[in-house]
């Protein structure tokens, strides 16, 4: 099985200086961004069985565009979505105080993987739990196939931390891994899951 995993295109809160929201859609950068991907994804020699995305809008216009050129069906599935934040932090302006001191308050916590800035939203622990039932769904339903997930950034990178290390890794190996993960907007990353040696291999990331 080959899980071609891609991040969404650039958003217009991105583009306009805000924090993005479960409702941020596409920019018209955004837009081309994924229209210059679905042109490289279909000249590729793949015949994608499944094309899933997240429910966040940002993510479904991607997949959309994307899939529309593949004359594949796009499948929503729960649980894909990114991190969700401190609900406070949403459409925030980038230079506002709240914004620059959830930065610091992130950076100073990055080897706690249960850390929620002022306590709410998700942790990274949370995060990965739901990548590990979406990759335990894949291995249940989609062996030898090729299938492309449209996601975001954070939540792809625990997917491919918990694919290589595993349900039983140690935070700090974990941390370490994923701080040195960095995902472009529609950059893609392909995991190959071997069938015989039972083990995940990332063949590229960010491509």
Not at 24 to 52: H, T, Y
Not at 135 to 156: C, E, N, P, T
Not at 169 to 190: E, H, P
């Amino acid at each position: 099985m080959r899980v071609y995993l891609v991040r969404h295109g650039q958003s217009i809160a991105h583009d306009t200086g805000k924090r993005q929201s479960p409702d941020s859609p596409l920019s018209e950068k955004g837009i081309a961004q994924a229209l210059s991907l679905a042109r490289k994804i279909k000249k590729w020699d793949v015949s994608f069985d499944k094309v899933f995305s997240s429910d966040l809008a940002r993510a479904k216009q991607t997949a959309e565009i994307i899939a529309k050129g593949l004359n594949c069906p796009v499948e929503i599935f729960a649980g894909i979505h990114e991190k969700e934040q401190n609900p406070d932090l949403y459409g925030l302006d980038t230079n506002s105080k709240l914004h620059e001191e959830n930065v610091r308050a992130y950076e100073k916590h990055l080897k706690d993987l249960d850390y929620k800035f002022l306590g709410k939203g998700e942790s990274v622990r949370e995060v990965t739990s739901r990548a590990m039932k979406f990759r335990d769904h894949l291995l249940a339903s989609h062996l030898g196939q090729d299938v492309l997930v449209v996601s975001h950034g954070i939540f792809i990178r625990s997917f491919i931390v918990s694919c290589i290390l595993g349900d039983n890794y140690d935070d700090s190996s974990f941390a370490q891994a994923y701080a040195g993960l960095d995902i472009g907007n529609t950059g893609v990353s392909l995991l190959e899951f071997g069938e015989k040696s039972k083990s995940w291999k990332l063949n590229y990331l960010n491509n």
